[in-house]
Each structure stands twice: as C-alpha cells, then as structure tokens.
C-alpha cells in the first residue's frame, strides 16, 4: 500500500473512531437521560400518591375522631331530653334515628377513606371485607381465591394493592354492567399475581387504545408503576375484562 493510502486509510480509521466514541457516548448520555427521566417519573408518583393517602388518612381521622364523638354527645343530649308529650318522644326517637343513619355513613366514609382492618389484619381481610360490602350494596356475585397466597409487600405496598382492586372493582360496576366478578391472588416464582375479571359488556381495546386514558384507569396504572409492576388489560365485546397484575413479592 502507498504512503499516501495509508494515510488516508489511517485517517478513516481516526475519524470512524472519533464517530464511534461520539455515537457511544451520545448513547449512553440519552440512556441515563431517560432513566433519570423514568426515576423522577416514578418519584413524583410514589409523591403524590403518598401524599394522597396522607390527606385520606387525616380526613378518616376528622371524621372518625372528630364528627363521630360531637354526633354521639348531641344524640345522648337529646333522648336525655325529659318529655312526656308522646309527640316530642316521637321526634326524638326520629332524630335519634337518623344520627345513628349519621354515625354509621361516617364510619363507612371513613373506613373507606382509610381502612383501618388493612393495617390490623392484612391485606387479604381488607379484600374480603371490601368484597363482602360490595356484594351485599350492589347486589352482585363476586367469586375470590386467596388460598395459600404468600403476601411480603411491606404496608404502604399493601395499601397500593388495595387501592388498584377497589378501583377496578369500582370501575367494572360503573362501565361494564356486570352482575358477576371474579378476584385472584396467587404465587408464580417471585410475582404476586392479581387477577380480576368481569363478565360484563367488554370493549374494543384498540378504540380505547386510541382515546385518551380515564382517570380511573390511570390511577391504576400509576399504583402498578409506583409498585414496580405491570398490567395486562384483555377485553372484548361482549367477554367482559380481565385485569392481570404482575408485582415483585419481596
């Protein structure tokens, strides 16, 4: 080879080089861009979802703490109210009545703002209170398996978990027109597997694909995110929906 091809094949090699070290390093700066981008995603979800359950808890707390014992002091008030007018005794008798009505709507409200049994007894005695309620208000048949499921979530974990099930449940009694459903935790290696199907209406998944996602379901997606899980979403006209959740147990 001649000199001057030799430098000119050096040169290629020189500047193909430099572009490969550029290209490389362009690479590597838009990969940790993008997990940087990802981790502060992921953040500012974990944030807000937290704060969120903050705010919940502290209304529970008004509630349950604050209303609930002002309610108790005014209905022991008034049937220690001295009457012998068969009248009055009927109007008390009616209003003590409804601040029962009261005091059992704000424990519901409050139960359900923070459920106190999920942080006393678990995850799996929430669920199944949570079903029980449902079933029982909306009229509906609701099958669920939890046998032998090893749940190691940590608390603030568990109450994620929680939340996505109330959602997809609250959902499917909204859209899907359903008067069945079933709920599954299980164990497959180191996922805890949720499962939730409904027997309703379905929908095209492409049509919804195209539209913009609900509130309800972003709010699902976000508590997967922020749970490290995924989510697979199949339904079809007239099959009903099937949710399927992966998250790390551990």
Known sequence: ???EETKVYAAILIIAGIMAVIIIFFLITLIRHQKRSIRLHKEKIIAEITTLENERKRVS????????PVLSTVKFQITSIATHDIESKTMIHTAANHIDDMLTKIREIANDLSPTVLVRAGLIKAVQDFLDSIKQAAQISIESNFE?????LKKDQETHLFRIIQEIINNALKHAN??????QLKNEKQYLILEIKDFGKGFNMQEVEKKSVGLGLRNIMSRVDALNGNIYINSSIGNGTTYTIEIPNN
Not at 61 to 68: E, P
Not at 178 to 183: E, L, N, R
């Open 1 to 3: 080879m001649h000199t």
């Open 61 to 68: 707390a008004d509630l349950h703490d604050g209303l609930g």
């Open 148 to 152: 032998n499921v090893k749940i190691l």
């Open 178 to 183: 359903t008067k069945q459903m079933f709920v």
